[in-house]
């Protein structure tokens, strides 16, 4: 009985000093390789395993024997890829019975070469995406773990993982895109592709990301992750695959920001993106434009081509195709710092913004307006409105607003060619350049208007209705009947008439029936109308018996008094054909006038011009006018001391060029007096002596004007008689 003990003992120790040394040390044999390669090949039946001794090692506790091979190679045809190990477990049982079977597979990889796992890879499957990814990658390493469990058919269950890094990678995409060291380390499992730890310069942008996650279910790929760059200063030309080709017009000198952002999106089998998602938090600090189509200089008179924006607080977030974007921050016109905020949304195409520009040290100028911001105040601008798909723009609501003054407009539709389609009301509350008041309201019924107000300064319209080009107009399809009634209307800083009142009518976008009536502070009158008829002619009627304010605008004619105005016009085809006639009235100071009188030897009338002013009884000038040219057929001006009969043409801001006759009143009576009979009735027998006449000729640009005089001895019938036409009417 002992002996049996003394036997079992021996036993039990041999068996667990074996177990023990099986299960620290292991054997290392050949005999099983093949059946090791031959599970390997399961995972694809192209891939050969090199392998050397193995080394086995005893789980007692698993009753499992774990299988390791050291630096075995993974051959492919004329490829081989060197692994740092392989490891596998078999169970205990199946190896007793000489039923060779895995239960899992570990393969380690050494650093290898991103070049050649694609190289290899290709030779397994060779797709085209591989052939481009094999393309573009240009240096880099790969390690990586990957952990195969098979069930009991020898098939590789879904459980399988993958995990492993990626250092200094480098790719290059048709010399657009460049990515250089690019680090990070991945995870796969069943459907699932995790990137962790990113770090990689983009173009020369600096990116980094925590977490980026792809997950296939079904046919679809879903993309969620982070992204983070750094702030630095950018080169531009880098960026042109994210900015996209700028137009030509267009010039970035310098961009510095950085940005927080996660994203989210899927991507079918097609590549095609779908349910893009994404939030961005930028830090703008520093972006300048060196050139841009905005021709702000009008608005803005420090305004340059180069804008600069700095420390903007942005947020950016797409959801369901609708981008918004939100913030505010530093902008520079000129050399000076203000404040701008603004608010985008593009929803399919429509875009809603909302904008507000604090001007604080700028000059701000609305000519049209006749507005100025004074320098010690601040001005507020806002702008909401909607840019349609269609191209249409509607402002909901455009405000300036600086003190007291204000300027509100709201819902204005502008066609895609900028053009006036629809307006809801506006309001004018502020005092102009002239220091005068304006404060009106306009206000939309059904389709028509009505204007109301308490003053308007109307010395810009005035100016800008004398020019004659029709060429333009700031309508489209506009078509609507405007009352007005003003109680105080301003021609100038200082002329102003009361209770303007009438109406107008626009069709096809022109001004199609104008009836306007006002009167002046000494109750003088002044009346205008103007009407398109059936053959298309634009009529124009207006009278004043008071013209001295208007005429006073003209600077070449100073100290105009008393007087009686009628002018008439018939329009057409761009071509107007006028009378102007102004009776009963005196001038003086006009510098033209004094010149040629001093030329002609008449410096008695000229003393006259300079000093009481110089009567006419009438004044009456035909001409035609189109696009900037004035024809003048005649004008003719008849007075107790002097008589002119002129004509010729002007273009405007370009040259003049005129020619007549000037004649002193005893002259003109010597010359009737001689007419047989007739003279006598109309002059009397007392004729007076002096200078018989002289013809001229005023040539040259408008600030540039040369006068030549010759004297004459006779005068024209055309002369006389308009004389005799005058002084019959007299």
Same mark, same amino acid.
Not at 683 to 709: A, D, Q, R
């Given at each position: 009985?002992?002996?049996?003990?003394?036997?079992?003992?021996?036993?039990?120790?041999?068996?667990?000093?074996?177990?023990?040394?099986?299960?620290?040390?292991?054997?290392?044999?050949?005999?099983?390789?093949?059946?090791?390669?031959?599970?390997?090949?399961?995972?694809?039946?192209?891939?050969? #395993?090199?392998?050397?001794?193995?080394?086995?090692?005893?789980?007692?506790?698993?009753? *499992?024997?774990?299988?390791?091979?050291?630096?075995?190679? %993974?051959?492919?045809?004329?490829?081989?890829?060197?692994?740092?190990?392989?490891?596998?477990?078999?169970?205990?049982?199946?190896?007793?019975?000489?039923?060779? *079977?895995?239960?899992?597979?570990?393969?380690?990889?050494?650093?290898?070469?991103?070049?050649?796992?694609?190289?290899?890879?290709?030779?397994?499957?060779?797709?085209?995406?591989?052939?481009?990814?094999? /393309?573009?990658?240009?240096?880099?390493?790969?390690?990586?773990?990957?952990?195969?469990?098979?069930?009991?058919?020898?098939?590789?269950?879904?459980?399988?993982? @993958?995990?492993?890094?990626?250092?200094?990678?480098?790719?290059?995409?048709?010399?657009?895109?460049? @990515?250089?060291?690019?680090?990070? *380390?991945?995870?796969?499992?069943?459907?699932?592709?995790?990137?962790?730890?990113?770090?990689?310069?983009?173009?020369?942008?600096?990116?980094? *990301?925590?977490?980026?996650?792809?997950?296939?279910?079904?046919?679809?790929?879903?993309?969620?992750?982070?992204?983070?760059?750094?702030?630095?200063?950018?080169?531009?030309?880098?960026?042109?695959?994210?900015?996209?080709?700028?137009?030509?017009?267009?010039?970035?000198?310098?961009?510095?920001?950085?940005?927080?952002?996660?994203?989210?999106?899927?991507?079918?089998?097609?590549?095609?993106?779908?349910?893009?998602?994404?939030?961005?938090?930028?830090? #703008?600090?520093?972006?300048?434009?060196?050139? =841009?189509?905005?021709? #702000?200089?009008?608005?803005?008179? +420090?305004?340059?081509?180069?804008?600069?924006?700095?420390?903007?607080?942005?947020?950016?977030?797409?959801?369901?195709?609708?981008?918004?974007?939100?913030?505010?921050?530093? $902008?520079?016109?000129?050399?000076?710092?203000?404040?701008?905020?603004?608010?985008?949304?593009?929803?399919?195409?429509?875009?809603?913004?909302?904008?507000?520009?604090?001007?604080?040290?700028?000059?701000?100028?609305?000519?049209?307006?006749?507005?100025?911001?004074?320098?010690?105040?601040?001005?507020?601008?806002?702008?909401?409105?909607?840019?349609?798909?269609?191209?249409?723009? %509607?402002?909901?609501?455009?405000? @300036?607003?600086?003190?007291?003054?204000?300027?509100?407009?709201?819902?204005?539709?502008?066609?895609? +060619?900028?053009?006036?389609?629809?307006?809801?009301?506006?309001?004018? =509350?502020?005092?102009?350049?002239?220091?005068?008041?304006?404060?009106?309201?306009? /206000?939309?019924?059904?389709?028509?208007?009505?204007?109301?107000?308490?003053?308007?300064?109307?010395?810009?319209?005035? +100016?800008?209705?004398?020019?004659?080009?029709?060429?333009?107009?700031?309508?489209?399809?506009?078509?609507?009947?405007?009352?007005?009634?003003?109680?105080?209307?301003?021609?100038?800083?200082?002329?102003?008439?009361?209770?303007?009142?009438?109406?107008?009518?626009?069709?096809?976008?022109?001004?199609?029936?104008?009836?306007?009536?006002?009167?002046?502070?000494? =109750?003088?009158?002044?009346?205008?109308?103007?009407?398109?008829?059936?053959?298309?002619?634009?009529?124009?009627?207006?009278?004043?018996?008071?013209?001295?304010?208007? $005429?006073?605008?003209?600077?070449?004619?100073?100290?105009?008094?008393?007087?009686?105005?009628?002018?008439?016009?018939?329009?057409?085809?761009?071509?107007?054909?006028?009378?102007?006639?102004?009776?009963?009235?005196?001038?003086?100071?006009?510098?033209?006038?004094?010149?040629?009188?001093?030329?002609?030897?008449?410096?008695?009338?000229?003393?006259?011009?300079?000093?009481?002013? @110089?009567?006419?009884?009438?004044?009456?000038?035909?001409?035609?006018?189109?696009?900037?040219?004035?024809?003048?057929?005649?004008?003719?001006?008849?007075?107790?001391?002097?008589?002119?009969?002129?004509?010729?043409?002007?273009?405007?801001?370009?040259?003049?060029?005129?020619?007549?006759?000037?004649?002193?009143?005893?002259?003109?009576?010597?010359?009737?007096?001689?007419?047989?009979?007739?003279?006598?009735?109309?002059?009397?027998?007392?004729?007076?002596?002096?200078?018989?006449?002289?013809?001229?000729?005023?040539?040259?640009?408008?600030?540039?004007?040369?006068?030549?005089?010759?004297?004459?001895?006779?005068?024209?019938?055309?002369?006389?008689?308009?004389?005799?036409?005058?002084?019959?009417?007299?």
């Amino acid at each position: 009985m002992k002996r049996i003990i003394k036997i079992l003992i021996i036993l039990i120790i041999t068996l667990t000093t074996i177990v023990i040394y099986l299960s620290i040390y292991g054997i290392k044999t050949e005999k099983f390789n093949n059946e090791i390669i031959k599970n390997v090949s399961k995972v694809n039946k192209k891939i050969n #395993l090199s392998l050397n001794e193995v080394n086995y090692l005893l789980k007692p506790l698993n009753f *499992s024997i774990n299988i390791s091979a050291k630096n075995p190679k %993974i051959l492919l045809e004329d490829k081989s890829l060197d692994l740092r190990d392989v490891t596998s477990n078999i169970s205990l049982k199946s190896f007793i019975n000489n039923q060779f *079977s895995i239960d899992d597979l570990k393969i380690s990889t050494k650093e290898i070469q991103i070049k050649d796992l694609i190289s290899l890879t290709r030779v397994i499957e060779g797709s085209p995406q591989l052939f481009v990814l094999d /393309k573009i990658a240009k240096e880099g390493l790969i390690s990586a773990n990957i952990n195969l469990t098979f069930d009991l058919n020898g098939e590789i269950k879904k459980n399988y993982q @993958i995990n492993g890094t990626i250092k200094k990678a480098k790719f290059n995409i048709f010399n657009q895109v460049k @990515i250089d060291n690019l680090n990070l *380390s991945f995870n796969i499992s069943n459907n699932q592709l995790t990137l962790r730890k990113i770090k990689t310069n983009f173009n020369s942008v600096k990116l980094k *990301s925590s977490l980026i996650k792809i997950e296939k279910k079904k046919d679809i790929f879903f993309v969620d992750g982070n992204l983070a760059n750094e702030e630095q200063n950018f080169d531009i030309s880098k960026l042109k695959p994210i900015l996209g080709d700028l137009p030509n017009n267009i010039v970035i000198e310098k961009i510095d920001f950085n940005s927080t952002n996660t994203f989210s999106f899927k991507v079918n089998k097609k590549l095609k993106l779908n349910d893009l998602k994404f939030e961005t938090n930028l830090n #703008l600090r520093h972006f300048q434009i060196i050139k =841009n189509p905005l021709n #702000l200089k009008p608005f803005l008179p +420090n305004y340059t081509e180069q804008i600069k924006f700095e420390d903007h607080e942005i947020k950016i977030k797409l959801r369901k195709g609708t981008l918004d974007i939100k913030g505010g921050g530093d $902008i520079y016109i000129g050399d000076e710092l203000e404040q701008f905020s603004y608010s985008i949304i593009n929803d399919d195409g429509k875009i809603t913004f909302d904008t507000k520009l604090n001007i604080r040290k700028n000059p701000l100028i609305i000519n049209f307006l006749d507005y100025k911001k004074k320098k010690e105040n601040s001005s507020e601008i806002l702008l909401k409105g909607i840019y349609k798909k269609n191209k249409e723009l %509607i402002f909901k609501d455009i405000s @300036i607003t600086e003190k007291n003054n204000q300027i509100l407009i709201k819902d204005l539709l502008l066609s895609k +060619n900028f053009k006036i389609k629809d307006l809801d009301y506006v309001k004018l =509350n502020y005092r102009n350049k002239n220091d005068l008041l304006n404060n009106i309201e306009l /206000k939309k019924n059904k389709s028509n208007f009505s204007i109301n107000g308490k003053s308007f300064d109307a010395t810009q319209f005035i +100016n800008n209705s004398m020019n004659d080009d029709e060429s333009t107009t700031i309508f489209e399809n506009f078509n609507s009947k405007f009352d007005i009634k003003i109680d105080t209307t301003y021609i100038d800083k200082n002329d102003y008439t009361k209770n303007l009142a009438g109406n107008f009518t626009f069709k096809d976008n022109k001004l199609n029936k104008l009836n306007l009536a006002s009167t002046f502070s000494n =109750n003088k009158k002044m009346n205008l109308s103007i009407e398109t008829n059936n053959q298309n002619e634009t009529i124009t009627k207006f009278f004043s018996n008071y013209p001295k304010p208007l $005429i006073k605008r003209y600077d070449f004619i100073k100290g105009f008094e008393e007087g009686y105005l009628n002018f008439n016009s018939i329009k057409k085809d761009g071509v107007s054909n006028s009378v102007l006639a102004i009776d009963n009235f005196k001038v003086k100071e006009v510098p033209v006038f004094a010149k040629l009188l001093s030329l002609a030897s008449l410096q008695g009338i000229a003393d006259l011009l300079t000093g009481e002013g @110089i009567r006419f009884t009438d004044f009456e000038m035909i001409y035609s006018s189109q696009k900037g040219s004035t024809n003048i057929e005649e004008m003719y001006a008849i007075g107790p001391a002097i008589s002119i009969l002129m004509d010729g043409y002007i273009e405007s801001k370009k040259l003049v060029s005129l020619r007549g006759t000037l004649v002193p009143a005893t002259t003109i009576n010597r010359s009737i007096a001689s007419i047989p009979l007739l003279g006598k009735i109309l002059i009397g027998e007392k004729t007076g002596e002096g200078v018989f006449g002289v013809s001229f000729k005023i040539k040259g640009t408008p600030k540039n004007l040369s006068t030549t005089v010759n004297p004459i001895k006779t005068l024209t019938p055309r002369f006389i008689t308009r004389t005799l036409e005058k002084i019959k009417k007299n």
